[in-house]
């Protein structure tokens, strides 16, 4: 009796990489707790993530009569894979997590004032997951500190390695 190998030598390129990430989030706000979502998509999405037409820089996440929505992210159509749909690159996409950790979010961004920013997009076995942050956005001057920081560290690392290096 021969032995059954499901997909015996395909490796999926989508096994659990990272599709795309919002840099600009970390630099923009203070990201206090995070969460993982699915994301409700149509099938042209789906391919066209596939080949790596995923942004999500300039996209938020609000709560609509207790749903979770993605707003402004983009996902550009492929040109063979939506012919019969007429695809919105931008369109509003619904946001998949249990009652129990949108309620949470609910809270947090209503009364405590917080807002929810996509920070990554990264597949998880077959399916696409988004991972959200609560965050409150930062003053000029936390940037300006934050960028000192990293400056600062950057030149201790050098003088390190300069020091190890001559001893």
């Keep these: 009796m021969p032995t059954m190998n499901k997909k015996a030598g395909k490796d999926k390129p989508n096994g659990g990489g990272t599709i795309a990430l919002n840099k600009r989030a970390r630099h923009e706000y203070h990201l206090e707790q ?16 596939r080949a790596g037409r995923a942004n999500i820089g300039d996209a938020y996440a609000v709560v609509l009569e207790g749903e979770l929505f993605l707003i402004g992210s983009q996902i550009t159509p492929l040109i063979s894979a939506s012919t019969h749909v007429v695809a919105n690159d931008r369109r509003t996409r619904k946001l998949l997590m249990h009652r129990r950790e949108i309620d949470v979010l609910i809270g947090r961004v209503q009364r405590e004032g917080y807002t929810l920013v996509p920070t990554a997009l990264y597949w998880k076995g ?31 690392q050098r003088v390190m390695r300069r020091h190890n290096k001559n001893a």
């Design 34 to 49: 995070r969460f993982e979502a699915g994301m409700a998509l149509q099938g042209w999405e789906l391919k066209a993530i």
């Design 126 to 156: 077959n399916k696409v997951k988004m991972e959200l942050a609560l965050a409150h956005g930062k003053q000029s001057h936390d940037k300006r500190d934050a960028t000192r920081e990293r400056d600062w560290n950057r030149e201790k």
